[in-house]
C-alpha cells in the first residue's frame, strides 16, 4: 500500500487522459480519448485530491459519487476497492467515465483558483480496469419476489432503474422500440465518444442477472399500452425526451434541413452495419450548417467533418460565454464560461449572436443552398429571457447545403401512453409526483421523460430514483438507496 502523502497536492499538477490529436481523430470513427494509460499516471492524479473536509465535487456530482474515497484507493494503488466505492452510487461509470462534463470537476476545492482534480479521468480508468481484470460480473439477486415491473425505454435511466430494481429481487421486463439497447448511449451518441460494445458489455451484464429484455417492442406500436397495467405490478417510462425543437421560418420545408437525431442515428447505424431508413444523409462534400449548441449540435459537427464536409459553420443564437467566471457565477457553482468542444477542436467555424431569418433554394431546384441571417446583439428580461434584438449586420448568405437542426428538446415524443392515463406538464415531460408517480396509480417515469433533456448522469440518477420508489410502492419500504440530486438538472439540447 502506498504510504499517505499529505502535501501531494502541491507537487502533482493536473494531468487529464488526454484526447488523440484532432487532425488523426477527426479521420476515423474510433473513440477520440487515448485508449490506454499509465497507472502511476493515475495515482498521481488521484493524489492530487486533498479530501476535503466538506467535499463539494460530491455535492456538484448528481448522484452523490464519492469522489475522494476512490481518488484516494486509486491513489493507494486499490482499484478493486475503487471499483465497489464508484458501483456504490453508479450503475455505468463508464457512461459517465466518458461521456459527463463532469460538474464534479467544476465544483472541486481546488477549482477555486486552480485546476480542478481529474475526477473524470479516475474513473474511467477505474471502470477500465473493472472491465480489464474481469472484476465486473453479473449480480443477481439472491432471492427473488413475486413482483413484475416493465420498464419502457432502454437508455441510461431505464437500465439503471432496471438493474436497481432485479438487484431488489424483481422481475424486471425491459422494452425497447429500437433493434439494440441503449437509447442515446447506443443510437444518439457517436461511436466516437462512445464505442457501442460498452453499451453491449452492461446488456450482457444486465441479461445475465436476470432481466428480460424485449427489443423492436414499441409500447403503443406492437406492445399495447394496457400490458403496462394489467401484466405489471409497476412500471416506468424511460422513454427520453427525443422530441425535436424546430425553427419555424420561411424555406423550412425545402429538402436539405434535418432535425439532428434523425442524422446522427443514421451515422450510428452505418457504423454498425444497420439497414438506414431514407434518404440517407451524408455531409461529404456539402457545406454545413448546423444550428445550435450543446451536445447534440457539437456530435453534428463532428460527423459532418467525419463524412468529409467541404465546411461546417456551427451557429449559436446566444452571445458567446466569458472566458472567466462572472461575479454573479462564482464557485462552485456550474460554470456559465466558454469552453471549445471537442468538435471544434477538430475545425470548423463558430458563430454567435446570429439569428436565422430564412432558408434560401436560390437555384430553384427544391433544395437549400443558402441560409439568410442577421448579426444581432439581444436584450434581456430579467429571468434571463431574450426580449428585444439590434441588427448589427443583416443579408448575411451562409453556404448551406445541408442544414442539421439542433435546438433542443421539448419532451418525449408521440404519446401513447394517454390513453392509460398518463398526462403532461407544461414542459412537455410526463406529469409526476413527489414519488415519481405519473397520473396513473402503478406507472412511474425517469430520466429525460421525467426532467426534460438532460445529461447521462442525471438520467442514471433519476433512474436509481425510481427504483426505489418502485420498490417502496411495491413492498412498502426500500433498501435501495436514494442518489443525491438537489438540483435542477441542466438542461442539455
Ligand atoms: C446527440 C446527443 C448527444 C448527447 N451527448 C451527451 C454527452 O456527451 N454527455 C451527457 O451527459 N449527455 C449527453 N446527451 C444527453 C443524454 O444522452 C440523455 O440525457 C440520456 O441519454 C437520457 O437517458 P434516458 O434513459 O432518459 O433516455 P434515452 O437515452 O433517450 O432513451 C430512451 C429510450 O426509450 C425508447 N423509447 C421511446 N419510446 C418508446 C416506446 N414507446 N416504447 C419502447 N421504447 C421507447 C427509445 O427508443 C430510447 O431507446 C446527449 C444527447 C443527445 C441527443
New binding site residues.
Given amino acids: 500500500m502506498t504510504e499517505p502523502h499529505p502535501g501531494g497536492y502541491r507537487e502533482e499538477t493536473r494531468r487529464p487522459i488526454g484526447k488523440r490529436s484532432p487532425e488523426e481523430r477527426a479521420r476515423d470513427y474510433q473513440e477520440i480519448y487515448e485508449p490506454s494509460w499509465d497507472e502511476a499516471h493515475l495515482q498521481s492524479q488521484g493524489e492530487r485530491c486533498m479530501d476535503c473536509g466538506v467535499p463539494t465535487c460530491m455535492g456538484g456530482c448528481p448522484i452523490g459519487n464519492i469522489i475522494p474515497d476512490w481518488n484516494d484507493l486509486v491513489y493507494r494503488s486499490d482499484w478493486k476497492a475503487a471499483l465497489e466505492r464508484l458501483h456504490a452510487t453508479n450503475n455505468f461509470p463508464e457512461f459517465?467515465g466518458y461521456?459527463?462534463?463532469a460538474p464534479c470537476e467544476d465544483a472541486c476545492v481546488f477549482a477555486y483558483n486552480d485546476d480542478p482534480v481529474t475526477i473524470k479521468s479516475i474513473e474511467r480508468a477505474i471502470v477500465d480496469r473493472g472491465w480489464e481484470e474481469g472484476w465486473i460480473e453479473p449480480e443477481p439477486p439472491s432471492s427473488r419476489t413475486d413482483y413484475e415491473v416493465a420498464i419502457?425505454?432502454?437508455?441510461?435511466?431505464?437500465?439503471a432503474a432496471a438493474q436497481q430494481l432485479n438487484r431488489a429481487g424483481h422481475r424486471v421486463t425491459v422494452?425497447?422500440?429500437?433493434d439494440e439497447?441503449?437509447?442515446?448511449?447506443?443510437?444518439?451518441?457517436?461511436d466516437f465518444?462512445?464505442a457501442k460494445s460498452r453499451v453491449q458489455r452492461r446488456v450482457e451484464q444486465l441479461a445475465a442477472e436476470g432481466i428480460h429484455f424485449e427489443t423492436n417492442?414499441?409500447?403503443?406500436?406492437s406492445?399495447d399500452p394496457d400490458t403496462l397495467c394489467e401484466d405489471y405490478d409497476a412500471a416506468c417510462l424511460?422513454?427520453?425526451?427525443?422530441r425535436p425543437r424546430d425553427i419555424e421560418i420561411p424555406g423550412r420545408e425545402l429538402d436539405g434541413i434535418h432535425f439532428?437525431?434523425p442524422y446522427?442515428r443514421q451515422a450510428n447505424r452505418r457504423q454498425a452495419g444497420k439497414q438506414l431508413a431514407s434518404p440517407e444523409i451524408d455531409a461529404a462534400d456539402k457545406h454545413v450548417v448546423v444550428l445550435g449548441g450543446g451536445?447534440?449540435g457539437a456530435?453534428c459537427v463532428a460527423t459532418a467533418h467525419r463524412q468529409g464536409a467541404a465546411q461546417v459553420v456551427q451557429i449559436g443564437i446566444n452571445p458567446k460565454p466569458p472566458i472567466e467566471r462572472p461575479s454573479d457565477n462564482p464557485w462552485p457553482m456550474l460554470p456559465k464560461t466558454y469552453t471549445k468542444t471537442y468538435a471544434q477542436e477538430e475545425g470548423g467555424i463558430e458563430e454567435f449572436e446570429i439569428d436565422t431569418t430564412a432558408f434560401l433554394d436560390t437555384s430553384g431546384d427544391g433544395r437549400v443552398d443558402t441560409l439568410d441571417a442577421e448579426r444581432v446583439l439581444w436584450s434581456y428580461d430579467g429571468e434571463g429571457s431574450r426580449v428585444d434584438k439590434t441588427v448589427i449586420e443583416d443579408g448575411l448568405a451562409i453556404p448551406a447545403d445541408l442544414v442539421f437542426v439542433?435546438i433542443g428538446?421539448t419532451g418525449?415524443?408521440a404519446d401513447?401512453?394517454a390513453p392509460i392515463g398518463v398526462e403532461r406538464a407544461p414542459d412537455g415531460t410526463f406529469r409526476t409526483d413527489e414519488h415519481m408517480m405519473t397520473t396513473t396509480e402503478g406507472v412511474f417515469a425517469?430520466?429525460?421523460?421525467?426532467i426534460g433533456?438532460?445529461?447521462?448522469?442525471?438520467?442514471i440518477g433519476?433512474?436509481r430514483d425510481v427504483a426505489r420508489h418502485i420498490d417502496s410502492y411495491l413492498t412498502g419500504e426500500s433498501d435501495l438507496p436514494p442518489s443525491l440530486q438537489t438540483e435542477t438538472p441542466p438542461i442539455?439540447p
Fill in positions: 459517465t461521456t459527463c462534463p419502457v425505454g432502454s437508455g441510461p435511466a431505464g437500465l422494452y425497447e422500440r429500437d439497447i441503449g437509447g442515446l448511449m447506443q443510437y444518439g451518441i457517436p465518444k462512445f417492442a414499441g409500447v403503443g406500436e406492445v424511460a422513454v427520453g425526451a427525443q439532428a437525431m446522427l451536445d447534440t456530435d439542433a428538446f418525449p415524443e401513447p401512453f425517469a430520466g429525460d421523460a421525467n433533456a438532460s445529461l447521462v448522469v442525471w438520467a433519476d433512474g442539455s
